[in-house]
Structures are given as C-alpha cells and as structure tokens.
C-alpha cells in the first residue's frame, strides 16, 4: 500500500498529496498509486520539505524525463550531474540581475511548449521561496471543460483545428494575411483530442494572451482572424469558470504536478517586493504519464 494520503481538492480537478517522501525513492505501489492519481485528477499538489535541486530532479525522474535543455538564455543553468535544464521561476535580483524568468506579472491560460509536436506530458513546479499572497497558480481541466461544452459552443468547434503561429510575437501583424496551412509558419493541431492513457476527450488551446503585450493571435480552420478571436474568447471564458479550475496558494516546499495537454495554467499577479523562487520543470516523456503515445484527434 502506498505510504501517503490523498484528499480530492475540487469535483473536476486536483488532488491533495500528503505524507509522501519526496527526498528518497518511490517503491513500485507508491508510484503507481501517484500515478493513477494523477490520471483521475490531472493535478497533483504534493505537501514536501524544500528539496534540493539534485533531490527534486530526483523525484521528477520517477515520472519522467524533464526537459534536458540549457537554461543558459534565461538564467545561469544550475549543474545537476550534466543536467542544466532545471528552470528557476522567479522575480530575485541578486546583484541587479534577475535570477531566474517571468518575473511578478499575471501569466494567462496557456499549455507549456505548446508549438511543439509533442507537448510536454506533464509540468512540475516546486516551492523553494513563495509569497505571503498573490502568486497563485491556476489549473483548469481541459476534459471537464469539454464535456460541460455548451451545445452551441461544441457545434462551433466540432471538426476544426488549431493553427499556431510558429513565431509567438507577431507585433506588426505580419501574419494576418498568411496562409494558416503553411507549416513553416503554424503548427496544426486538433482543437478536441483524445488523452492516450484514459480516452477522454479534451479541448487544446496552447496560449493565446500569456502576458498583456503578448497575443499569440492562433487561428482557427475555416475562419478569419477576427471570427478566430471571437470563437477563441468564447471558449477560454468557458474554461475559466471557476467548476473548472483549481487555485493553488503555496506553502513552502510544495510540489505541484499537472497533465500539460489536458490541462490549462495561469499563474496570478503578486507585489513584486515580495520573494519568490519555484523550480520548474517540464516533462517532456513518460511511459506512466502519457505512456509514450502522441495526443489522438478525437
């Protein structure tokens, strides 16, 4: 049996991890018991210790693989045995110069590398220096949205897919009158996808307004770019109501971990003279997690 407890922290989504040891190595229960938790809830908010980079790295390894790649443009890369890819989510200055990236900001809804081929599976953060309030981290499930889809919101997305422009800030418009079918410039995916582990049906939306100067103006099939817009607002004012979502308020070494296609993220504005410092770290494969298989159109 596995040695923690598990409390269901929405009706749609999350659930609430304690008692797990997150320095030392899962047996083969406990990781599956975190497993099959983390394919019924889609987000995990696991009460740890603060670990060290080489013990988190180490527990995120159980699950999967996290993103190897050099974090030397954003940050100077922290040295895990060969492994620089642990990203440091944070608004510190030490010396005039920011120790990690994405500062203070609200962050909109959004999916992690969401152009890729393959998508991450899974995102972990984990709490090394949190605020005594804002900073909050939003999960919204992407399957429970789906299903409540109003009939005439389903019927407006039903066959179409999502076209992503591959260069995120288009500022000057650039795009507006470019073929949405050219693969060098959009990436084209289904907008109703199937998960490869549970079947559900979920809706994907990459991002669309991460930060309030950025619009990453994806289209639609069939429509321009104005009727994408509007069909797009409609649907991520759906996704937002609250019997969607889940609202993290972090304690200090918490783990939180979340099905990247199937769900959605945001993370809400805080005072930027408070401290805050989160490791984070795609996964960007997992035979347990995703089993390995790309997303299904549905």
Known sequence: MAGFTA?????????????????????GPERDALVALFHKHLALAIRSPVLTPHQYVAFIRQL???????TSRYHEPIDIDGFKGLRLVSNISEGGKTIGQFGNDEMGWHQDRWTDEAPPPATALHGVEVTSRGGRTGIASLVAAFEALP????????GRSIHFPLQVNDFEGALDAADIEDPALFRKVPLVQCHAVSGAKFLFLGARRILSYIDTA????????QASAELLDAIY????KPEFNYWHQWQQGDILIWDNRACAHRREAFDASERRLLYGTP?????VLWGGQPALAA
């Not at 999967?64 to 050099?70: A, M, Q, R, T, Y």
């Not at 994806?218 to 770019?225: A, E, H, W």
């Open 7 to 27: 409390t269901p922290l929405t009706d749609n989504i999350g659930c609430l991890v304690e008692g797990l040891d997150t320095s030392t190595p899962m047996d």
């Open 151 to 158: 009939a005439g919101l389903r019927a407006r997305i039903e």
């Open 218 to 225: 994806p289209r639609i099939t069939g429509l321009d770019k």
């Open 283 to 287: 996964i960007v494969s997992s035979q």
């Open 237 to 240: 004012d759906h996704v937002a």
């Open 64 to 70: 999967g693989e996290p993103d190897p790649s050099d």
